[in-house]
């Protein structure tokens, strides 16, 4: 039985529990930005291919207690690095935080890394590469106030990164993110579901995902292949049973909208590269004035927020607009808002059902859930 921890944004936390225990994981617990789980390498593997959740599945090689850079360094040179990776394998070491003395965390990840080429130099007489931009080995350090723990990444690129993203549109959302509010949104694969401003699409093509029941990982490498562990037999065993037709819902209705056009035309790239296109219908279109694509359905949207694109006081004009739009032509809809503005909900004049903490890196958004019914939601 071996110890891992799967990161993924905050929020997300207790939808990522359940995930990882759906996958075969064991004593399971949840941290503000991941869960700790323990289970054999057919779990780690299936995390990474099957998590919608995670941003990346660590594996547990040592902790140590430290003061200082010193400790960590000899807490290093300590672990046998050669029984985990070949000296052939390129490197990289990251470091996190929270509450170390340390003043430099960019001192303590030269040490690291320091201490395991010195392991290797000391035993083989040669040492590993660093690679910073694309290395096939990432260490990870995780610094408490006393005490730290030594991971291998076994993820390589984070999972958010599903291999069908061609064009980005205008700032677009994690796909784990975007798996998180599909799944918050409670949406059901037989209602129609709507993202009016789908920019580049990730709303859409999550949901058509989590429909079919596509694993977000059946088209992209892992770190773990590069590990000494790797046991070839069990991951190909794994990836052709995901590579099997799943679920075929009947009327799968997906429907995706935007004003822009440029976005518009990398949401048709990146929906015909994750393979959905069958299931998801784009048009271009103002919110404003879009008619509801059915009499009831659910709609997710990300609309602009103020920090990257669209000032303050544009959209202090835009969401009242969004709320008459709303209540004029989507009665019956159940709509989810998720927003760094925590704003919306006020200056639509709507009053929202729920409202779910999450981030989006380290911004705190909101996920509202407004349910449009006729003529009553008037503040
Ligand atoms: C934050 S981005 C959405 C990003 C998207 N969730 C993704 O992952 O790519 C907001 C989008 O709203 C669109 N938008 C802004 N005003 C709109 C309007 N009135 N009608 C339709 N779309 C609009 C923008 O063009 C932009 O693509």
Known sequence: MEQFFASSPRGLEPLLAAELVSLGAQSVQQVPGGAAFSGDWRVCYMANLWSRLASRILWRVAEFDYAGEGDIHE?????????????ERSLRVNVSAQKSPLTSLDFATLRIKDAVCDRFRETLGSRPNVDRANPDVRVHAFLESARGVFYLDTSGEPLFKRGWRAGAG?????????????????????????????GGGTLLIEAAAIARGRAPGVNRRFGFENLKVFSPAIWEKEKRDAQKPRNSPKALEIFGSDNDPRVLGDARRNIAGAGVDRWVKLEQADILERAAPAPAGVM????????RIGS???????????GSALKKNYPGWRCHFFTADLRLPKLMRLQPSRRVPLFNGALECRLFEICIVAGSNRR
Do not use: H
């Open 312 to 322: 303050k006081e544009k959209l202090a004009e835009f969401y009242p607009k969004l």
């Open 75 to 87: 807490a290093a040179r300590k672990v046998d690095w050669m029984r985990l990776f070949t000296v």
């Open 170 to 198: 205008e700032a677009p959302l994690r796909e784990n993110l975007a798996a998180g509010i599909i799944l918050l949104s409670g949406w059901k694969p037989e209602e129609p579901l709507l993202d009016p401003m789908c």
């Open 300 to 307: 997710v949207a990300n609309p602009p927020y103020g920090e």
